[in-house]
């Protein structure tokens, strides 16, 4: 594998969040603190190795930024304050801009007037589509219907699916990961377990509160996405459906509203250096989970029709969540992170294979 040196490699993970990498002097305390490492997938002190040395393709081919779940006890233990918990955020948040194969993600993470003008455009856009529609509360409403549908279709197969293989190549071809077929099939089903329950929260102190009100969210969340877009929960008079709804609906506002709140507060390790992009993806959630509820709400208690904006608002909001904040913003770390898990289990299982070998 190529052992490139980027001698601004520092410089430019400084860009995607807060650190001082030079302040640690390797004492490796951060790595026996972290209740998540384990043979085979030991970090934080080789990133920041990685890092101090600019090798870049080292740390391109690491999937242990991702098993990081920012608990903090690292960095509330580092002796010289060397913020290991948010540089392995910043590495994170560097890795889904290399991923990405559009540039976008990058452009977003470093540019605020960038990020703020994508949005401003889809919400001239949405307009526009209201505008030549006339404002025709059914037509309307199934364009927003169509749309939820085709964005989740193209921006998976265009842009997320080609940005999870270039991260298959970069840490499992690239690095020439040999594991075996039966270690590829045990990988499918790590992903879906950590995709859904990210169940490895609790292996951090005291951060089952925490993983309680994510798991609640990304339920939410993948509940209020099938119930509005395979089972049209706007246009359904399904009391079933309906009733489902207001649950995701509610579940989504209210957790990502606690989450909002502790991100406000700074209370926990996790939440104390905030960057724009965790800002919009934390509000968006929010106001997607809200105004999805209020709008089945002015349906069922007939106001919608004299109050047609509040849809107008809620397609505006969704249409920026799908085509940025999801493909090129935060929410991709939760594809990624899962994805991470399953390759780190190949990794591990080509590990086992080579000591048997040795042995
Ligand atoms: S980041 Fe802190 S705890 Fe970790 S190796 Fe460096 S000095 Fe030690
Ligand atoms: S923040 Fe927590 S999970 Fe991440 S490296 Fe530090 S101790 Fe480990």
């Given at each position: 594998m190529s052992t490139r040196v980027n001698p601004n490699l520092i410089k430019e993970i400084k860009k995607f969040g807060a650190s001082d990498w030079n302040a640690c002097f390797h004492c490796g305390n951060c790595t026996a603190v972290c209740n998540l490492t384990e043979e085979g997938v030991l970090f934080p002190r080789k990133e920041i190795r990685a890092l101090q040395m600019g090798l870049e393709d080292k740390l391109i081919s690491g999937v242990e930024p991702w098993v990081c779940y920012y608990c903090g006890d690292c960095t509330e233990t580092c002796p010289r304050d060397a913020n290991p918990g948010e540089l392995m955020m910043s590495v994170r948040r560097w890795l889904t801009t290399k991923y990405d194969w559009t540039g976008l993600a990058g452009l977003f993470y470093k540019s605020l007037p960038a990020l703020i003008i994508g949005f401003i455009l889809v919400a001239i856009g949405v307009f526009a589509i209201g505008f030549v529609k006339d404002f025709n509360h059914e037509a309307v409403m199934h364009f927003g219907h169509k749309?939820?549908?085709?964005?989740?279709?193209?921006?998976?197969?265009?842009?997320?699916?080609?940005?999870?293989?270039?991260?298959?190549?970069?840490?499992?071809?690239?690095?020439?990961?040999?594991?075996?077929?039966?270690?590829?099939?045990?990988?499918?089903?790590?992903?879906?377990?950590?995709?859904?329950?990210?169940?490895?929260?609790?292996?951090?102190?005291?951060?089952?509160?925490?993983?309680?009100?994510?798991?609640?969210?990304?339920?939410?969340?993948?509940?209020?996405?099938?119930?509005?877009?395979?089972?049209?929960?706007?246009?359904?008079?399904?009391?079933?459906?309906?009733?489902?709804?207001?649950?995701?609906?509610?579940?989504?506002?209210?957790?990502?509203?606690?989450?909002?709140?502790?991100?406000?507060?700074?209370?926990?390790?996790?939440?104390?250096?905030?960057?724009?992009?965790?800002?919009?993806?934390?509000?968006?959630?929010?106001?997607?989970?809200?105004?999805?509820?209020?709008?089945?709400?002015?349906?069922?208690?007939?106001?919608?029709?004299?109050?047609?904006?509040?849809?107008?608002?809620?397609?505006?909001?969704l249409a920026q969540w799908g085509i940025l904040i999801v493909p090129f913003g935060k929410w991709t770390h939760f594809l990624y992170r899962s994805f991470a898990l399953s390759f780190a289990n190949l990794k591990k299982a080509a590990l086992n294979v080579k000591v048997a070998a040795a042995a």
């Open positions: 749309l939820e549908f085709w964005l989740i279709i193209s921006v998976f197969t265009l842009i997320l699916v080609p940005n999870i293989l270039r991260m298959f190549y970069f840490t499992v071809i690239k690095p020439k990961v040999n594991a075996s077929f039966r270690s590829y099939i045990d990988a499918v089903g790590t992903l879906f377990l950590h995709m859904f329950t990210q169940i490895k929260t609790l292996k951090c102190d005291k951060q089952t509160v925490r993983w309680l009100e994510h798991l609640l969210v990304v339920l939410g969340y993948l509940g209020l996405l099938v119930i509005t877009v395979f089972l049209d929960w706007f246009g359904t008079e399904n009391k079933i459906i309906i009733y489902l709804g207001y649950i995701t609906g509610g579940l989504v506002f209210i957790f990502t509203a606690l989450l909002l709140f502790s991100r406000l507060n700074k209370e926990r390790e996790v939440n104390k250096y905030s960057q724009p992009t965790d800002w919009f993806f934390i509000i968006w959630l929010f106001l997607m989970g809200l105004t999805a509820f209020l709008v089945r709400l002015f349906i069922d208690t007939g106001l919608l029709a004299n109050h047609f904006w509040l849809y107008m608002v809620h397609l505006m909001i």
